[in-house]
């Protein structure tokens, strides 16, 4: 009988303390976030909002003149930071302490999972990216499922945005799928001057062939058909400009190819978009050969999958779209693509697919106009993009776009 009232008053001591945890934690006075301009420039990164964000709670701060920001009533949480400055070519040419090209830029800085639970400050490191006019704008991966529950995913397509307000040209233009092993191989840590892939196409055109007017987009499918047609929760591709063509996939004579420079899957031409994630995607430019960039087996291995290793200077744009895990969420530490190209990650809600979400980029809304829409583009993805379940190609009246 002892034994048992011993068992009795543990459990309900241990019920009481589960209690006392769901009480609101005391808020902490003051933490600061301290951000460091990049070399180069000769003002403090003042005047600009840091945004700390939890999986439950948001705070927004703006840095003093030292760049500092400074948050009051933090309730303690594990946070990820961000922050980011656009800035047009003519301030970034006032603000440089050398002479440079005078183009836009964008000035981004982040932390993921920061502990805080007793006040502290916290630094963070901004890097520097050239704006740039093409855009990655909308990853179609996740699939869905038919009515009589089957897996649906011939209707997978990434779209491309002309940002600029100038004519840009598809031709020459690479599309790059990022390596995506359960157990990453190159991460983008270890690997400060490479990012390496698992596809890469090349667009077709002898320079002014493919033309993409400012505002507009192009659209990359694995089949240009209406998807919507054979199941209605998936998409209508009846009007995508290129096809990753396939046997495996319904394709058409009339939308022209992309060119499959490499493939690490000898049986996969079609674009290997995962439908749980991961998926880096990236664009570049060059004038070299790719064919003849060195691939590489997973690093320990002398066989199984090679992957090509692209130098990351040549990148344009990138977004990483991580595996939500089911008990642990979004890895940050299996991020492929480099913080100066996308400073976070995003992700779609479910960990295994088959749900219709898209990742698409949202609007710019201080500097759209009724007759031009123009996106986000601070390369964070966290900041520029929302997970969607209405995958519809070209379209950026989505009300969570508009947000």
């Known amino acids: 009988m002892y034994k048992i009232l ?5 459990f309900f001591a241990l019920a009481m303390a589960g209690c006392d945890d769901d009480k609101p934690s005391t808020p902490l006075a003051e933490v600061q976030v301290a951000v460091s301009m990049p070399e180069g420039f000769r003002v403090k990164y003042a005047g600009q909002v840091v945004t700390l ?8 701060a703006t840095t003093d003149s030292l760049g500092v920001a400074r948050f009051r009533n933090l309730v303690p949480d594990i946070y990820s930071v961000s922050t980011s400055w656009e800035l047009t070519g003519d301030e970034y040419v006032a603000m440089s302490d050398t002479v440079v090209e005078n183009r836009g830029v964008v000035l981004n800085g982040s932390l993921s999972k920061e502990m805080i639970f007793a006040e502290k400050t916290l630094t963070v490191q901004l890097t520097k990216a050239v704006k740039q006019s093409l855009l990655i704008s909308k990853i179609y991966a996740s699939g869905t499922r038919d009515a009589n529950n089957k897996t649906y995913v011939a209707d997978g397509y990434v779209e491309i945005f002309n940002n600029s307000d100038e004519v840009e040209y598809a031709d020459g233009l690479y599309l790059a799928l990022v390596e995506a092993e359960s157990v990453v191989a190159f991460p983008a840590a270890a690997n400060p001057n490479f ?5 890469v196409y090349r667009f077709p055109g002898n320079g002014t062939e493919y033309p993409i007017a400012p505002g507009s987009s192009i659209v990359v499918a694995n089949s240009a058909i209406n998807h919507s047609a054979n199941v209605s929760t998936s998409v209508d591709l009846s009007r995508a400009d290129f096809e990753a063509k396939d046997t495996k996939f319904i394709n058409r004579e009339d939308v022209p190819a992309i060119q499959l420079i490499y493939t690490a899957f000898a049986s996969l031409k079609y674009m290997n978009l995962i439908n ?10 060059t004038t ?14 002398s066989s199984g999958n090679r992957y090509m290793q692209i130098p990351v200077g040549k990148v344009m744009d990138g977004v990483e779209t991580l595996k939500n895990k089911t008990t642990t969420g979004p890895d940050v530490n299996s991020k492929r693509i480099h913080r100066f190209i996308d400073a976070s990650y995003m992700f779609i809600s479910a960990s295994t697919g088959y749900t219709h ?6 609007v710019d809304v201080s500097k759209s106009t009724s007759t031009r829409v123009y996106l986000r583009d601070s390369n964070n993805s966290l900041s520029d993009f929302k997970n969607v379940t209405d995958p519809t190609p070209r379209k950026y009246d989505k009300p969570l776009l508009l947000e």
């Open 6 to 10: 011993s068992i009795i008053v543990c």
């Open 195 to 199: 990012i390496y892939a698992r596809q």
């Open 276 to 285: 749980g994630g991961d998926n880096g995607l990236f664009l570049f430019r």
């Open 357 to 362: 979400e898209s990742v698409d980029r949202k």
């Open 288 to 301: 070299d050969d790719v064919s003849s960039y060195p691939l590489y087996y997973i690093p320990g291995k």
């Open 53 to 60: 964000r939890s999986g439950r709670l948001e705070y927004s």
